[in-house]
């Protein structure tokens, strides 16, 4: 469960989004000595460009999902995974389930966040036969606080402890500035209404 003082930082990093920034004198993105995971994340997230979004619950992800399409003015989602398709479809939000080539965002799930990176580590679980050349440049990832690994290591047994002898294929990190990629994550406490 994410106490008080870290909600606090999400919502202000999370709050900042779609508002032009002010100047602050102290740099709010800068990691300390002392934070948590979840915190050391958002922030190597947002300085390496990506967007952060804290959703406490199924409402305001629906609706802060919304207002993500609506600002980076997205006609053509690439979504595989059939559990957000259902969720998309009662939301009424148009995506492609079968060409990524054809749209301008992804909108998937993820294995793990890796906090000390910024980074979003997937597999094929999530981009199926694709590889990130065949795949839209805007990724839109959703999560749970409970993928939030502090280094890669972490992950990586976490993916092992997770699929045991089934491992998928395909296990990549995304989020580096050379791929001209862009992350847009939305974290959310452990609940399943909407994976």
């Not at 102290?26 to 958002?42: H, M, R, S, T, Y």
């Not at 990524?100 to 199926?128: F, H, N, R, V, W």
């Not at 047994?157 to 045991?164: A, D, F, P």
């Amino acid at each position: 469960m994410i106490n008080n003082k870290v909600k606090d930082f999400f919502k202000k990093i999370t709050s900042d989004v779609f508002v032009q920034k002010k100047n602050n004198e102290e740099n709010p993105l800068l990691v300390k000595e002392g934070d948590e995971a979840d915190v050391i994340f958002a922030k190597n997230l947002k300085s390496e460009g990506g967007r952060f979004f804290y959703c406490e619950n199924v409402d305001k992800l629906q609706n802060t999902l919304k207002k993500l399409i609506k600002h980076l003015k997205l006609t053509s989602i690439y979504c595989p995974e059939k559990e957000i398709q259902d969720n998309l479809k009662k939301l009424n939000i148009s995506f492609d389930s079968k060409e990524p080539k054809k749209c301008k965002a992804i909108l998937i799930t993820c294995e793990y966040i890796i906090a000390d990176q910024g980074k979003i580590l997937l597999s094929s679980k999530q981009m199926g036969k694709y590889s990130l050349k065949d795949l839209p440049n805007e990724f839109i990832i959703l999560s749970y606080t409970s993928q939030i690994a502090l280094r890669i290591n972490d992950a990586m047994r976490g993916i092992t402890n997770k699929y045991k002898t089934k491992i998928p294929t395909h296990i990549t990190t995304v989020g580096n500035k050379k791929n001209k990629q862009t992350l847009n994550v939305m974290v959310f406490e452990d609940f399943k209404s909407f994976r």
